[in-house]
Each structure stands twice: as C-alpha cells, then as structure tokens.
Nanobody, 126 residues
C-alpha cells in the first residue's frame, strides 16, 4: 500500500521559515518526479514546486520562486520543501504527490500526479 506522510507544518510568523517533509512508503519513488501543492481555504489546489526523479531539475510557482526550495533524498524515499520568508498568503494545507510518469522531470498539473499525502497545515501570522 502506497503511503505519503507529510510533516513539518505549523504556525510561524511572517518572515519565518519552515521545512516540510514527505516520507513515502509502500513503493520506491526514486524513479518518479515528486511535487508539492497547496490549498488555501476557499481556493483551489495550486502548484508549488516539483522535482525530477533524479533531483536535477526543479520548477516553482512564481509566487514562491526565490523563497522555497524543493529537494529529495532518494535513499530515504523523502522529499522536502524548505520555505523561507514566509508570507500570510502562504497559509494553506500543503500536499506532496508522486508523478505518474516514470523518469519524468515533474509537472505543475495536479492531474499528472497519482499518489497524494493527507496534507500538513501551514499557518503564517502577519
């Protein structure tokens, strides 16, 4: 059974930092791109960042570029999202997901992802 478990969310002041982790189990994900998405109350889920299967290629939403960094440790089957200079508008539930395409470079479309975690809440106070 494939399982993705996010952790690291919480309450932080604007300008602060958080590091999210997503641990995968039930399957080896080293051959698949992984991504982070987020959903704020009353809004649709939106793309945040993605990383290719080997970690050499990353893409970011314009809203987080320069502040967030996605990385992965394939030996640990884990993907990370380092979030710096957080803003109130970053408040959302953050989800990690696994791309359906083997050896892919990643995607900004949620429909391209097969497995999803349960999400972790990030709240940024202004």
């Amino acid at each position: 059974q494939v399982q993705l478990v996010e952790s690291g969310g919480g309450l932080v002041q604007a300008g602060g930092s958080l590091r999210l982790s997503c641990a995968a189990s039930g399957r080896t994900f080293s051959s698949y791109a992984m991504g982070w998405f987020r959903q704020a109350p009353g809004k649709e889920r939106e793309f945040v960042a993605t990383i290719s299967w080997g970690g050499g290629t990353t893409y970011y939403a314009d809203s987080v570029k320069g502040r967030f960094t996605i990385s992965r440790d394939n030996a640990k089957n884990t993907v990370y999202l380092q979030m710096n200079s957080l803003k109130a508008e970053d408040t959302a539930v953050y989800y990690c997901a696994v791309d359906t395409l083997k050896l892919g470079s990643g995607s900004g479309r949620s429909s391209d992802y097969e497995y999803w975690g349960q999400g972790t809440q990030v709240t940024v106070s202004s």
